[in-house]
């Protein structure tokens, strides 16, 4: 029997979700950005600000994460344990993120940012079966980590309150996930370590307000490390590497 899943109940994709995200944050921010308007155009916020060799902040983010499947063979032979499978997809998991930042000016445009944080991720991998009326399986693993990204932040000329940047790195993944949760994760099926490394690229916009600096960033995670822990399963054996992605909305204060 499967875990209930929420947002398999609820069918929402995840970058539906994180566009919904976006939309709601547009729409609570626009009154208070209206009102800052003149500010943010009449003067110039923190003027000494990017001159500090440190600085900290916290870090909120939401996450859409999927896997990326390399098929062993082993699932294309025939006759073979995978004969009555039309199609395999790997649906998009929805999760969030919380953490710290600490930043160090290196150069004038270029920056070296530590963001430990803890995050939550969902994988699933789906199975569509002949003949079509068949019922679709879906099976599930849920991680809790402890993620420790380095990025370099390469930054535009500021213009009044205004720059971009752009970020990229590495993110090495700690998994810390509950015992009852690894023995729900290898009932499902789908058996995956959640230690992990990541490649990191992104960009965003500084916005100077009078007290404190926003960053909303978007970044994009490609993971380097097979995550399949164990092929001898049913699910496991049709596969010889699954790697890690997602597409994430930080929002930083700092």
Known sequence: MHTINVWDKLYLPGQKIILFFIAGLLLLAGPAFSQKNSVLKSRE??????????????????????????????????????????NVTTPTGV?????????????????VRLMPKVGFYQYSVNYQYFPATSPDENFFADFTTVDLPVMLKYKSARRKN??????????????????????????????????????????GTDIYFPLFKFSPEIRYSHGLVNVLSSRQNDIGQGFSRMGTQSIALYLIFN
């Open 95 to 111: 999760g969030f993120s919380i953490g710290f930042l600490a930043n160090l000016r290196l150069l004038q445009y270029l920056d």
């Open 162 to 203: 205004f720059r971009m940047f752009y970020v990229g790195g590495i993110t090495p993944t700690i998994d810390v996930t509950g015992k009852k949760q690894r023995e729900e994760n290898e009932q499902e099926g789908l058996r995956l370590s959640g230690d992990n490394l990541s490649m990191e690229i992104g960009f």
């Open 45 to 86: 916020n923190l003027i000494d600000y990017d001159q500090r060799l440190l600085t900290y902040g916290f870090t909120l983010g939401i996450h859409s994460s999927s896997v990326r499947l390399k098929y062993d063979d082993t699932f294309t032979q025939s006759p073979g344990p995978f004969d009555t499978v039309a």
